[in-house]
């Protein structure tokens, strides 16, 4: 303690009236036979004191009341302690305003564990379980790489240099050269399948997959973030084999410069020096795998530590009338849509755009149905049959995709407009 709080005070005179206070005490508790044992004035003639105190001196039903008192007030200051101890604890988490989400978190946290098969035994920290609620629940995951068109290539080297020796440890402990990769990097521009991928590459190696938001490793406790961090790293080794996905790293593992806060860049240190670790540990089977369309933001020390980069570009002449095949596989199309046309006037389009152009054309005879059915109703006229027969939803036309290039002309590619200045004054 600080000196301040000592001004005005003597420390003898303190320890005399104490003294005294205690000695009132003992005589009070002593019976009338006992009383005659009297405590020193002085401490350091206390020992005939505690000598008269003795089984020799003292009867023993002195003793034993002596004692039974003793302890019936040690009993009440642990009880009064304990009482203090949890009714504050219990405020403290009743003032949470986080309270109800942590709760929440744990309860998704621990269903997903038993989705996944996670045996009981494994025990998990708080920090764990608010990490473990970023699961991804693998019957959820439908996304196969039959799901995905017009990357064979960047599929096929994932399948070899990622998946194979990540999903075969035995094959990969017999060379150093042929580890799986720690660290996996998908960049190109967006709407173009890298998330997709990343799920794929999970599900195909048999791995858990841990789609990592930034708003769970932040928090506005001083040092709590960190804890977060390192919950991440020994969940994934808990749960092992594991793969741990950052979308748009870039956000989170930008380029660090001097005008960081001290809180973001101990967080990100922490990450990159736990993630040496499992570099380290040739036998963990953790991986993390980040997917950005600026590759040139994310910070040059998290680019050497994911030695595997793929490129995702955009879909060629060829790969877009396969991803446009695979959208309109299932959908009701005219013998007069031709696929190779519609692929030939999408140049620029990625996958992303190629699902909203055939969204907006199926829109379309969803409208006219609508506009029949609401003349139907105000003729008084065959509504019931309208709303009962499937097949007055006719087919997807070329019209149709001729209405959705107008409107993707309208949206996706608007030029900038130009700069105005207002006046304040």
Known sequence: MDAPYFQGVNPKETILESWGVLKDYVNQILPAGGRQWHLAPSLS??????????????????RQEVITKLLSTCFGLAVSFSITYFGIKWLVNAMDPTREEKRQAH??????MKSIGVSDKVKLTEYELCIASDLVDPLGMVVSWENIGGLEGTINEILETVILPFHDNLLASNSSLVQPPKGVLLYG???????????????????????LQVSTLVDKWY??????????????VKLQPTIIFIDEIDSFMRTRNSTDHEATAMMKTQFMSFWDGLMTDTSCRVMIMGATNRPQDVDAAILRRMPSMFYVGLPELVSREQILNLILSNEPVEDEVSLKKLAERTQGYSGSDLRELCRNAAIYRLREYSQRRRLAKMQGDGTNDLEEDPSSLRHVSMGDFEKAFNKMKQSKFLTPMPMRYIDVE
């Open 223 to 236: 040092g709590e973030s960190q804890k977060r961090v390192e919950a991440v790293f020994s969940l994934a």
């Open 107 to 112: 309860r998704r946290a621990m269903k997903l």
């Open 189 to 211: 521009p967006p709407g173009c399948g890298k998330t997709m991928i990343a799920k794929a590459t999970a599900k195909a190696a048999g791995a858990r997959f841990v789609n």
């Open 45 to 62: 003639d206390s020992r005939p004191v505690l000598d008269a105190l003795s089984e020799q001196q003292m009867p023993s039903v002195t």
